[in-house]
């Protein structure tokens, strides 16, 4: 235990068992926080692989059970279409419990390691043991998804999770805070709400692993508090996410799968499609198309069309309304900021050098870069940060191959936008700016495991006998065997082992039955 922690008494926790954050001494309120769930975790509660299935079915009944009630506070917040909120941020999640749950037993199960030359006599085992003590933030575009995803492989790995949502989904975050403990142990994983303040006193504590999905800016701010008990981090941002659109692609069906990932949750989204790359008569082409598209998508009425979002705050909005000073605007542009309200948004005659292309957009605002040519696009992405993703429009397979050798990204996407978030298989994470570390299925588990290594010998005699040349004094003829164990120190394979295995027991069967023979017959 360290040392500040075992001067500071127990927590106490309210008949819900929540955690509420003391406004007068907040900072004590973290320090207890994170001292009582240490306490919980050192008792070993959370190890019991029963346990973790336990808590897990119940968050899949929280999302369940509650499901109107979360679709209510996300519309408050975000005036989140229905449609959004269930399969964009609790099916998601949902399915992501059923499938830990089914293969939870093979994941915490210490697998075996293939024997070397040097290890022949040995048990070779790598065991995933939780980390302990570890904090996930949220954040508020998607504050259901985002905050319970890895929360999910959290649990699985068996660590005590401190859950804090953000709180600028203040609907979302109030009813976590009040229904979630309905559902799972509190003292295991309790909600800490909370602002700013809030944020900075948990980070000032000590966690054995944090979990942060934001903004880049708020990220180094995370890393940094990280870096002062060198705690590991997975860190999910954001950045400008390039889209490069050839003439070869169905430019009709193009146009639908970019302002469907670019307007889905109004464009507050991490991996929306922030700025076009093309060709002049491509840009043409695909404004033509766009046009009709939204008026498919939103009935010829976007702003009251129940399918589409809202800006999360006046801050955001005014910020993106910045953003639109002095642009080109080729379709959309109407704003009301009663409602929060920018309409889908494409701008054209854009400079690489203006506003709306030094920071992510997030939003419903798309900018047309005009390229000649793909070489062109390439150099303008790795002139750049490295996004969180890469969308690529091309019915080329060297145009493909190209992207996927020459650039750096998180994730690319051939001819659609968004949907690898959702594809089972792929773990989703950034590189550089947009991120560090990823996640999804077994890979938030092993983000949330350490890999230990265990190695177990025998007293076997023939072994001990054999292994004794590494102890002094050292010979020759120890070094020079010990120098040819090592440089050929490859596994062995397990047909090769029945067969060596085969072969002894046939030579010590001859050898047995040669002296029991040669003893008869001496008698």
Same mark, same amino acid.
């Given at each position: 235990?360290?040392?500040?922690?075992?001067?500071?008494?127990?927590?106490?926790?309210?008949?819900?068992?929540?955690?509420?954050?003391?406004?007068?001494?907040?900072?004590?309120?973290?320090?207890?926080?994170?001292?009582?769930?240490?306490?919980?975790?050192?008792?070993?509660?959370?190890?019991?692989?029963?346990?973790?299935?336990?808590?897990?079915?119940?968050?899949?009944?929280?999302?369940?059970?509650?499901?109107?009630?979360?679709?209510?506070?996300?519309?408050?917040?975000?005036?989140?279409?229905?449609?959004?909120?269930?399969?964009?941020?609790?099916?998601? @999640?949902?399915?992501?419990?059923?499938?830990?749950?089914?293969?939870?037993?093979?994941?915490?199960?210490?697998?075996? @390691?293939?024997?070397?030359?040097?290890?022949?006599?040995?048990?070779?085992?790598?065991?995933?043991?939780?980390?302990?003590?570890?904090?996930?933030?949220?954040?508020?575009?998607?504050?259901?998804?985002?905050?319970?995803?890895?929360?999910?492989?959290a649990i699985a790995a068996g660590n005590c999770v401190v859950i804090k949502p953000s709180e600028v989904a203040q609907a979302t975050s109030n009813l976590i805070a009040k229904?979630?403990?309905?559902?799972?142990?509190?003292?295991?994983?309790?909600?800490?709400?909370?602002?700013?303040?809030?944020?900075?006193?948990?980070?000032?504590?000590?966690?054995?692993?944090?979990?942060?999905?934001?903004?880049?800016?708020?990220?180094?701010?995370?890393?940094?508090?990280?870096?002062?008990?060198?705690?590991?981090?997975?860190?999910?941002?954001?950045?400008?996410?390039?889209?490069?659109?050839?003439?070869?692609?169905?430019?009709?069906?193009?146009?639908?799968?970019?302002?469907?990932?670019?307007?889905?949750?109004?464009?507050?989204?991490?991996?929306?499609?922030?700025?076009?790359?093309?060709?002049?008569?491509?840009?043409?082409?695909?404004?033509?198309?766009?046009?009709?598209?939204?008026?498919?998508?939103?009935?010829?009425?976007?702003?009251?069309?129940?399918?589409?979002?809202?800006?999360?705050?006046?801050?955001?909005?005014?910020?993106?309304?910045?953003?639109?000073?002095?642009?080109?605007?080729?379709?959309?542009?109407?704003?009301?900021a009663d409602e929060r309200y920018i309409s889908p948004t494409i701008l054209v005659d854009v400079h690489p050098e203006d506003p709306v292309m030094q920071e992510e957009i997030?939003?419903?605002?798309?900018?047309?870069?005009?390229?000649?040519?793909?070489?062109?696009?390439?150099?303008?992405?790795?002139?750049?940060?490295?996004?969180?993703?890469?969308?690529?429009?091309?019915?080329?397979?060297?145009?493909?191959?190209?992207?996927?050798?020459?650039?750096?990204?998180?994730?690319?996407?051939?001819?659609?936008?968004?949907?690898?978030?959702?594809?089972?298989?792929?773990?989703?994470?950034?590189?550089?700016?947009?991120?560090?570390?990823?996640?999804?299925?077994?890979?938030?588990?092993?983000?949330?495991?350490?890999?230990?290594? @265990?190695?177990?010998?025998?007293?076997?005699?023939?072994?001990?006998?054999?292994?004794?040349?590494?102890?002094?004094?050292?010979?020759?003829?120890?070094?020079?065997?010990?120098?040819?164990?090592?440089?050929?120190?490859?596994?062995?394979?397990?047909?090769?082992?029945?067969?060596?295995?085969?072969?002894?027991?046939?030579?010590?069967?001859?050898?047995?039955?040669?002296?029991?023979?040669?003893?008869?017959?001496?008698?």
């Amino acid at each position: 235990m360290h040392n500040m922690d075992s001067k500071l008494p127990r927590v106490k926790l309210n008949q819900s068992s929540v955690i509420y954050v003391d406004k007068v001494n907040s900072n004590s309120s973290a320090a207890q926080l994170v001292y009582h769930t240490r306490d919980v975790f050192k008792s070993g509660k959370t190890l019991s692989i029963s346990f973790r299935k336990k808590q897990l079915k119940g968050l899949l009944d929280f999302l369940t059970n509650e499901e109107e009630i979360i679709c209510k506070a996300l519309y408050d917040d975000l005036r989140k279409p229905r449609q959004e909120c269930l399969i964009g941020e609790i099916e998601i @999640v949902k399915a992501e419990i059923k499938t830990t749950l089914k293969n939870l037993d093979s994941w915490a199960k210490p697998h075996k @390691v293939k024997a070397s030359v040097v290890n022949f006599f040995d048990d070779l085992l790598i065991a995933s043991d939780p980390y302990g003590v570890v904090l996930v933030i949220g954040a508020w575009n998607y504050p259901i998804f985002v905050l319970f995803q890895p929360v999910v492989g959290a649990i699985a790995a068996g660590n005590c999770v401190v859950i804090k949502p953000s709180e600028v989904a203040q609907a979302t975050s109030n009813l976590i805070a009040k229904y979630l403990p309905k559902y799972i142990d509190t003292n295991c994983y309790p909600v800490y709400t909370g602002g700013p303040k809030e944020t900075s006193e948990l980070l000032e504590q000590r966690f054995d692993y944090i979990f942060y999905t934001g903004s880049t800016e708020v990220g180094k701010i995370v890393h940094k508090a990280a870096s002062k008990y060198l705690t590991p981090t997975t860190l999910e941002l954001g950045g400008k996410n390039p889209v490069y659109v050839d003439k070869s692609a169905n430019l009709k069906a193009t146009a639908k799968r970019i302002l469907w990932g670019k307007f889905q949750n109004c464009g507050q989204i991490c991996i929306s499609p922030d700025y076009i790359l093309c060709t002049p008569e491509v840009q043409v082409k695909l404004l033509g198309f766009m046009e009709d598209v939204i008026k498919e998508f939103f009935n010829g009425s976007v702003k009251t069309s129940k399918d589409y979002a809202r800006i999360i705050n006046s801050r955001h909005f005014n910020r993106l309304v910045g953003l639109l000073k002095n642009q080109n605007i080729a379709i959309g542009g109407h704003l009301d900021a009663d409602e929060r309200y920018i309409s889908p948004t494409i701008l054209v005659d854009v400079h690489p050098e203006d506003p709306v292309m030094q920071e992510e957009i997030f939003g419903p605002i798309l900018p047309f870069i005009n390229i000649k040519d793909e070489e062109e696009a390439i150099n303008f992405i790795n002139s750049r940060e490295k996004p969180l993703a890469l969308y690529v429009f091309t019915t080329k397979a060297k145009v493909k191959k190209t992207f996927m050798e020459r650039t750096s990204s998180g994730a690319m996407v051939v001819n659609d936008t968004v949907m690898h978030i959702i594809t089972e298989g792929l773990p989703f994470g950034g590189v550089g700016y947009s991120g560090m570390g990823s996640y999804k299925g077994k890979k938030t588990f092993d983000t949330f495991s350490h890999q230990k290594s @265990v190695l177990s010998k025998s007293f076997n005699v023939i072994a001990d006998k054999i292994e004794s040349v590494r102890y002094p004094p050292n010979t020759n003829f120890t070094t020079s065997f010990l120098k040819g164990v090592l440089k050929y120190n490859t596994t062995i394979p397990t047909q090769l082992l029945a067969y060596v295995f085969s072969f002894a027991l046939g030579v010590a069967v001859t050898v047995s039955g040669y002296y029991i023979n040669k003893s008869i017959r001496e008698e």
